[in-house]
């Protein structure tokens, strides 16, 4: 990010012992664990000033000290290891209709997207319009709870092919929202994202990816999901 954390040192400074693990099982090259950020420290000296957990301490000594394979192997548990669940094709043939209009009307964007108006604004036509904070329908639906009514909305949108690498104000793609939202446990919506080809490598304003936002969150099992994209851990 901006201040040269990589996301190491977020999963550290949060504490988060199972996003470390995540982030050691997934990689292969451990020379990232080197990089200092912006305040000269690498993650293990942040681990140590900050007192956090001192099975995060261990884990980083371990893979520092070139035993990471073996450090692997004794950490990881059923959690850890299990396969992050792919969607099938099937699951992006939800029973949602799409309008297509060949007239075209005029639409003023709303001061900010709801869940019950943002149907109004889901068409062919105004697939990526704004509302008056600068997100668009996409990255609103994100945000809300990946249950009946919002994923029919969801599905229905990504069918009609957004834009899914658009940018908030503050540079927040729906994959950047996506890895925020503490509701979508599963990550269907970032799974849904990632497989329609959202961009991992973009970041927001303040140089975070949907990675360094997961690690952030406590979200292990999304930054599995997005390493297997080849993200960056810088």
Excluded: W
Aim: proline residues 4%; contains cysteine; hydrophobic residues 35%.
């Amino acid at each position: 990010n901006n201040i040269g954390q990589t996301a190491m040192h977020i999963a550290v400074c949060n504490h988060s012992v199972s996003c470390v693990k995540a982030l050691l099982d997934n990689c292969h090259d451990f020379s990232f664990l080197n990089l200092k950020e912006n305040g000269g420290k690498t993650a293990l000296d942040k681990a140590r000033v900050n007192q956090v957990n001192p099975e995060i301490i261990h884990l980083l000594e371990q893979a520092m000290s070139g035993q990471a394979q073996q450090s692997s192997a004794v950490a990881s548990t059923s959690a850890i290891s299990a396969p992050v669940q792919q969607l099938t094709s099937n699951d992006d043939n939800d029973d949602v209709e799409i309008v297509r209009s060949s007239e075209s009307k005029q639409i003023t964007a709303p001061p900010y997207f709801t869940r019950d108006n943002i149907i109004e604004y889901i068409s062919e036509e105004h697939i990526n319009i704004r509302d008056g904070k600068g997100n668009t329908p996409l990255m609103h639906l994100a945000l809300l709870a990946p249950i009946g009514r919002n994923l029919q909305v969801f599905s229905r949108l990504l069918a009609l092919k957004p834009d899914l690498n658009a940018t908030s104000p503050d540079g927040y793609t729906a994959l950047h929202f996506a890895a925020t939202n503490t509701k979508d446990t599963d990550n269907y919506l970032a799974t849904k994202l990632l497989n329609h080809g959202a961009n991992v490598s973009k970041r927001n304003k303040a140089g975070y990816t949907a990675l360094h936002l997961a690690c952030e969150r406590g979200k292990p099992s999304l930054a599995r999901l997005l390493l297997k994209k080849d993200v960056s851990l810088m």
